[in-house]
Every structure is written in C-alpha cells, then in structure tokens.
Nanobody, 124 residues
Framework: VQLQASGGGLVQAGGSLSLSCAASGRTFSNYVMGWFRQAPGKEREFVAALWWSGGRTYYRDSVKGRFTISRDNAKNTVYLQMNSLKPEDTAVYYC??????????????????WGQGTQVTVSS
C-alpha cells in the first residue's frame, strides 16, 4: 500500500497550492482519507478528511473556508486545495488513511496508512 503525496512548494501569503495524494496497493472504498501537517517544533495536527465513498468532509477550524478536500475515484487520488494561504500554514503535509474517522482525527498515531510528506512554505 502506498500513499504518494505531492504538490508542495513555496507560495506568498494569500496564494494557493493544491496537494495530491495518489493511493495504490488496495481498495480504499471503506476508508477515510485525511491530510495532516507538522510544523517545525510542533506536533502533527489534523487538517482535513473525507470518506473515499463520498459524503461528509471534516476540517480543522483554522482552515475552514480556505481549504477543500476532494477525491477523484478514477485517478485514485485525494486532493487538498489550499487557498488564502497564511504563513502559519507552513508545514510538512502528510496524507493518511484509516477505516475510522475517530482514529484519524483523535488518535492519528494509530492511523493505518501514511504517505511521505510534502513541504508547504508560505512567505509573508
């Protein structure tokens, strides 16, 4: 099983970036897919999630209205569209997958699958 994250980069405050997470190696139809981030010196934090089968999405409060998580079933890819970026959004972003939204959001250390990180840097 592989989750391949990409799309990070350097952007000015107020700009946009789109992250991608290509999933392979199994069927994720019963999984919830999520994005996390970890800034230097800080703990990893939940950013957004959605069920692969569709329906409800979840966001941390600080990104609501600015970030959008979505998926493309044909490409087996989950996206995180990030608009109105702020310097405090600077972090390494990771995609992850689990069968439980509670595990993903409350106990991420128990999350079943993780991808490698992609760096997002927002300059002021």
């Amino acid at each position: 099983v592989q989750l391949q994250a990409s799309g990070g980069g350097l952007v000015q405050a107020g700009g946009s970036l789109s992250l991608s997470c290509a999933a392979s190696g199994r069927t994720f139809s019963n999984y919830v897919m999520g994005w996390f981030r970890q800034a230097p010196g800080k703990e990893r934090e939940f950013v957004a999630a959605l069920w692969w089968s569709g329906g409800r999405t979840y966001y941390r409060d600080s990104v609501k209205g600015r970030f959008t998580i979505s998926r493309d079933n044909a490409k087996n890819t989950v996206y995180l569209q990030m608009n109105s970026l702020k310097p405090e959004d600077t972090a390494v972003y990771y995609c992850a997958a689990d069968r439980s939204i509670l595990v993903l959001t409350n106990t991420p250390e128990g999350t079943k699958y993780w991808g490698q990180g992609t760096q997002v840097t927002v300059s002021s």
